[in-house]
């Protein structure tokens, strides 16, 4: 089946540093793709939702110059954490699908640690 | 507003035993309910789903019935394996809202020991 690849799965940044997470779909063109944060014990939050070639749609309350979503292909799109704080460290999670009403998959997570 | 709170984990069971999680939900109107399941390593994969009142999801054993009484999609299995072993999102999508939009429970751990 699809997949989608998140890279890295493990990073760990010094505060005011910017670091960048990469979810690619491997085997399918991904119009559309989401990426979730979630914190200990609580839900995955949509941050944000991105159409290749067009700008990130930020849900209530995400800074979009913080939190910099670029779609500049069908297979990739890139999360950039911009002055990182230890606040921002969370489980990052990607989604893509091809779209409206096909399958939603999702890439294996990022965990993010910021130092 | 809408929301899912699923029970907290871990649950750790042994082989063959029954397996229950807990989820409720609040929503305006009829929305459609999810549970996803991430393997060690892996993304979420989508495991059932259903769309509508009385509804009854199933996949690899695992059931769960839309039951808009009580607001639930409580998650079942007969049996459990070892190979189970995962964390269960349950997640809804508002009714008339964009397709992708999803609304996360916070998962639950699930541990099988043979």
């Known amino acids: 089946g699809a997949v989608v690849s998140q890279h890295p799965s493990w990073v760990i940044c010094k505060s005011g540093t910017s670091v960048k997470i990469e979810c690619r779909s491997l085997?399918?063109?991904?119009?559309?793709m989401f990426w979730y944060r979630q914190f200990p014990k609580q839900s995955l939050m949509l941050m944000a939702t991105?159409?290749?070639?067009?700008?990130?749609?930020?849900e209530q309350g995400v800074e979009k110059d913080k939190f910099l979503i670029n779609h500049a292909s069908l297979t990739l799109s890139t999360l950039t954490v911009t002055s990182a704080h230890p606040e921002d460290s969370s489980f990052y999670i990607c989604?893509?699908?091809?779209?409206?009403?096909?399958?939603?998959?999702f890439g294996e997570g990022s965990w993010l640690t910021v130092v | 507003g809408n929301s899912v709170t699923q029970m907290e984990g871990p649950v750790t069971l042994s082989e063959e035993a029954f397996l229950t999680i807990n989820c409720t939900y609040t929503a305006t109107g009829y929305p459609s309910l999810f549970w996803y399941v991430q393997y060690p390593g892996e993304g979420l994969q989508l495991l059932l789903k259903?769309?509508?009142?009385?509804d009854k999801g199933s996949n690899k054993g695992f059931e769960a019935t839309y039951r808009k009484e009580t607001t639930s999609f409580h998650l079942e299995k007969g049996s459990v394996q070892v190979s189970d072993s995962a964390v269960y999102f349950c997640a809804l999508r508002p009714y008339g809202g964009a397709t992708n939009k999803l609304i996360f429970g916070t998962g639950t751990l699930l541990a099988v020991q043979p």
């Open positions: 991105s159409n290749e070639g067009s700008k990130a749609t930020y």
């Open positions: 259903a769309t509508k009142a009385d």
């Open positions: 085997d399918f063109q991904a119009t559309t």
């Open positions: 989604s893509a699908t091809r779209g409206t009403g096909n399958t939603i998959y």
